[in-house]
């Protein structure tokens, strides 16, 4: 399975400037290509595949056309281009109103792909050496592991990155008869089925007050000037900031999850609809779908069962007999007069989720699951 492993990059200020201007060569092409495409459509109603814009490469390159060093490099940034038409088309096909793929400024253009030994190589004395810019300082702050496939080399608030894709081998775990079916809310970011509550740490939110005044610090200085670009370095590292914590706190609750329980239920939720809405900011600042994703490739890797179900009724079904409890949105409390259970909203589905996710595995062992407190047996 693929594995993501990012270093932070130390170049020199030759070193930097070199990278700048890779990733600018690379931008150009990108956009050329774009403007290939685009104008092949236009004119003559003519559609061109990487192939087609892959074969032009040689000849560019003999022409000296870019100063992209590397040749499996500027393959990478058309790949990255036709995918952008890919997804273009496939959303063109199920009836969405995708815009059509743009052109990027140099100062968006953020990341070159090389693959591994092509041009970019973690050397054996822990340099990594990229091609047209020299042998750059890489903090290894955890050992690499696995076959690296690919290397980006990327630039984020200010700061470079190597981020290495390498092919691991499944770690699993000991198994476990342990269950959970989890909830995730605004409320709190999660709710088990063991009654335990995680907090929504709202990082987003708790940064608001020193984000908006880096902003107002962008908007007052002068377009162009030395001190807006001071001003945007600043608020770009103050946005990776919350990057950083809200990506820590998703990682490190999936290994506890996955460490604690051999089945994991989870719902399958439509987060693209609920972040139109008008909670929007709270439900991009919870991330679950970055959660579930992490959650998904820590539990395959630990040989884990991740288990998705139908959301649809969970939080208005009992969990203990099955019968309708109806509840709007702000009944934060399941009182199910049919049994007498009477326990928190997100408590009762994330018991609801685990009693669906069980139905669709199939064990082979006994699972206790503990409702309120009686524990009821379920196979
Ligand atoms: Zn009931």
Partial sequence: MRKTFRYRLYPTKAQA??????????????????????????IAKKSIGYQDQANQLKEIRAEGFTGLANYSCCQQVLRRLDKAFQAFFRRLKTGDTPGFPRFKPHQRFDSIDFTNGDGCRLQKNGKLRVQGVGHIKVKLHRPLEGVTKMIAVKRDAGKWYACF???????PLAPSATTVGIDVGLESFAVLS?????NNPRHYKHAQAALRIAQRRVARRK???KGRKKAVAVLQGAHAHV????LDFQHKLANDLVQRFGVIAIEELNIKGLAGGMLAKSVHDAGWSGFFQKLAYKAESAGR???KVDPRGTSQRCSRCGGEVRKELKDRWHECHACGLSVSRDFNSAVEILRLGLSL???TWPVTVCVGTEAVCLS
């Fill in 17 to 42: 400037e070199a990278l700048t201007g890779q990733l600018r060569e690379a931008c150009t092409m990108y956009n050329a290509a774009l403007q290939e495409r685009r104008d092949a459509w236009r």
């Fill in 165 to 171: 894709s390498v092919e691991v081998e499944p770690k």
């Fill in 194 to 198: 063991d009654d335990t509550v995680v």
């Fill in 223 to 225: 377009k162009g000037g």
């Fill in 243 to 246: 990057k950083n914590q809200r």
């Fill in 305 to 307: 069962s991740l288990v």
């Fill in 361 to 363: 595995v199939s064990l």
